[in-house]
């Protein structure tokens, strides 16, 4: 997944809004046959009640990764909330934040986290 970022990147260059990066970025996983969503609805259970806060990941990556994009100067602690918020409420075990206005998105442009169902995955 960080590839197909850094494929985007390499070939639009930086400086763009989110949303190109977004759109080239589902092109890719779809020319790469990688099963993707893009700009899904995350749902809320509330009590058995679905609540609708009009949550969207930019990309849910073969229903267990989340993928998380911006184009900004820093990361802020909100960008991080915000994926770990997705990746709690769709029960899946990582997420990747992916900024794409950095110099290097290998080395400074993606974090990635974890949490309780990663310890669940099976090792490969």
């Known amino acids: 997944m960080i590839g197909v970022a850094i494929e985007v990147r390499k070939y639009l260059g930086p400086g ?7 759109s080239c970025m589902y092109e890719e996983f779809r020319l790469m046959e990688i099963p ?13 009640l679905m609540i609708d806060a009009l949550l969207k990941c930019d990309f849910f990556v073969d229903e267990l990764i ?5 184009s900004v100067n820093i990361i802020l602690p ?3 909330a915000q994926l770990i918020t997705y990746i ?14 950095v110099t290097n998105i290998f080395k400074e442009g993606q974090k990635t986290f974890v949490n309780e169902y990663f310890r669940d995955l099976p090792e490969s």
């Open 78 to 80: 909100v960008h991080e």
């Open 66 to 70: 989340v993928i998380e994009l911006k």
């Open 36 to 48: 993707t969503k893009s700009q899904m609805v995350v749902p809320i259970d509330y009590k058995g």
């Open 16 to 22: 763009l809004l989110e949303s190109v990066y977004q």
């Open 88 to 101: 709690k409420l769709l029960s899946v075990p990582k997420g990747i934040l992916i900024n794409f206005n």
